[in-house]
């Protein structure tokens, strides 16, 4: 378990060091500044779990260092000690009122620094605990909205469609489009289910209860053939040089989702009557798969947010019909099966997406 690190503050060096003794003979990992401007810059490299902290200093008080803090999101729940010779109860207030977690009044005993500190603590943790469970409980109601009360009904309509198709053509124009639409938003839904659950862990879990050994061009094979239709629509060929021994460990369904995912953006930023080259190669216990396309390629300026949620490329001049998932999904599977995944391009010339994956048994 990671020690627990204390920020003392105060321009009393006697007391400073009094209580940095007291804190670091009950275990705890101590930081000391002299003064507020000292203890910030203290703390843009190293984060404490706590601050005890005097008030009457010069240059910044106690009061303004509290505020400092509080301002930064990345510190607003550091729990906060004063530690002040000040009695009057105005003084106390004003403490209190700012949101400081306790007020030590001057001068105090070793047992009182370490209650408080040790409530502060306890309480933060506390804290911190319910809030992990709000979070878990929300993650768990998302997967079940998604799940039941959006997935659900989409199954409905896309049945009830396809017992309608059968009419004129007219009708079957419409029902085609409306079948469409329903595909875009299932997917879409599908998309929200696997995010929560790279986000809750459970995609994780999957590879670690269930993951075996699968031969990687058999999923390859399955996504081209699945996307080959779509491919054929602009006349794009789909060309594959993979080994047909070429094994890795993991889950099967996710590779083949992020397969297709790669191949079907390269056939949708294909020109038409382009090429899509899929090919593998093995090195240093790694199998590398790459996915090259023709097409537009992306500006050097994009590439760096290609893998970021909900992040398009000209959006306004292609049609992509996605919210900007896929890329960053595909990165979180790969991620969770050892590997890694890049792409280099280059504007008018195509791109090439790599996946690494790790070569070896469970």
Known sequence: MDQTTILAVDDDRTILESVSIVLELAGYNLLTAVNPIQALDTMNHHVPDLIVSDINMPKMDGYEFYEAVRNNSEWVSIPFIFLSALREQKDVRAGY??????????????????IAVESRLQRSADIKAVAEQEVESTKQQLLHIFDHELRTPLT?????????QEGDVVSKTILNGMHHG??????????????VRLENELVEKDISDYGFNFNVSVEIEAAVNKLK????????????????????????RYMRDVFERLIENAIKFSEKNGRITI???????????????????IAPDKVRHIFNR????????????????????????????GGTISVKSKLGSGSMFTVSLPIQSH
């Open 97 to 114: 009122k700012l949101g400081a977690d306790h007020y030590l009044l001057k001068p105090f005993s070793a047992e009182d620094l370490l």
């Open 279 to 297: 090919t593998t190669k093995q090195s240093n216990k790694c199998l590398f798969i790459s996915i090259r396309d023709e097409g537009i390629g």
């Open 310 to 337: 909900f992040q398009q490329i000209d959006r306004n001049k292609i049609e992509q019909q996605g919210v900007g998932l896929g890329l960053a999904i595909s990165e979180r599977l790969v991620q969770h099966h």
């Open 182 to 195: 329903v595909n875009r938003l299932n997917k879409l839904v599908e998309d929200l289910m696997l995010v």
């Open 156 to 164: 409905f309509i896309q049945g009830y469609l396809s017992m309608l």
């Open 229 to 252: 239709p779509l491919a054929a629509k602009q006349n794009i060929k789909i060309l594959q040089k993979v080994d047909s021994h070429c094994a890795v460990f993991g889950i099967s």
